[in-house]
């Protein structure tokens, strides 16, 4: 049994290939954007709200209530990037119930893509909020010497985000590909069931972590600001 998304070729034409990840993150891609303009074609501000209306509102209040929590700051300018990771990871996640369909983020160069958006949204945000040079001088705090092991955290940080969320999703497929060869009825039904919570709260974390990074950043820019104008 084929486990790893990247290894399964569902279309081979020379050189070029296209393999499940790809295929599978396309689909993800296709759902999000016309289920998106399926619900948003005709939202309304008066009268009564169409159910999908209804769950939009609801989601997107709750990301924006989690941003506000975790940043002590105004949502607005983290929401879009935010959002987009969680409901784009929680989507893929969640297709996992369909038949034949192997979540992309069973992959590591899909996780690894995603964390690498979040390194660079980091200093985007922090030099957006702060300034080019504000942001350049928390990694040269507390000395000057700090410099090479501030830049080896960031980096640590980014490859601990690809690697927790991918391990997660592979270690459950794992799991039950391996009950499926002891018990092939009941206990794979179940650890399915709880797949799809995991791979909901392992959206969650991977969105919460990073609205935590550029959060801090923008935080520890703005304590070096305070000081610099004491």
């Known amino acids: 049994m084929t486990i790893n998304p990247d290894e399964i070729i569902l279309f081979e034409w020379g050189w070029f290939k296209i393999n499940s990840t790809i295929a599978f993150t396309w689909l993800v891609i296709f759902l ?11 939202l309304s501000s008066a009268g009564k709200l169409s159910r999908w209306q ?5 989601l997107v209040n709750g990301i924006k209530v989690q941003i506000r929590e ?7 300018p983290y929401l879009p990037f935010v959002g987009t990771l969680f409901i784009f990871i929680a989507t893929a996640n969640v297709l996992a119930i369909v038949p034949g369909y192997v979540p992309p983020t069973g992959s590591l160069s899909t996780t690894a893509a995603l964390a690498i958006c979040v390194f660079i949204a980091v200093p985007v945000f922090g030099i957006a909020s702060q300034g080019v040079l504000s942001y350049l001088k928390q990694y040269l705090q507390p000395t000057f010497f ?6 080896i955290g960031e980096l640590s940080r980014t490859l601990a985000l690809a690697v927790r969320l991918y391990g997660n999703m592979m270690s459950g497929t794992i799991i039950v590909a391996i009950l ?8 794979p039904v179940i650890m399915q069931a ?7 709260i392992q959206a969650y974390i991977f969105a ?3 609205m ?13 600001a305070k000081k610099g104008e004491e």
């Open 32 to 42: 999000l954007t016309f289920g998106s303009w399926l619900v948003t074609r005709r």
């Open 54 to 58: 209804n769950l939009l509102e609801v």
């Open 70 to 76: 975790v940043s002590r700051q105004e949502p607005g």
């Open 146 to 151: 700090m410099l090479p092991f501030n830049l």
């Open 180 to 187: 499926l060869t002891i018990t092939p009825l009941v206990f």
């Open 194 to 200: 709880l797949g799809l919570l995991t791979g909901l």
């Open 208 to 210: 919460i972590l990073a």
């Open 212 to 224: 935590v990074y550029i959060a801090s950043a923008s935080r520890a820019h703005e304590e070096i």
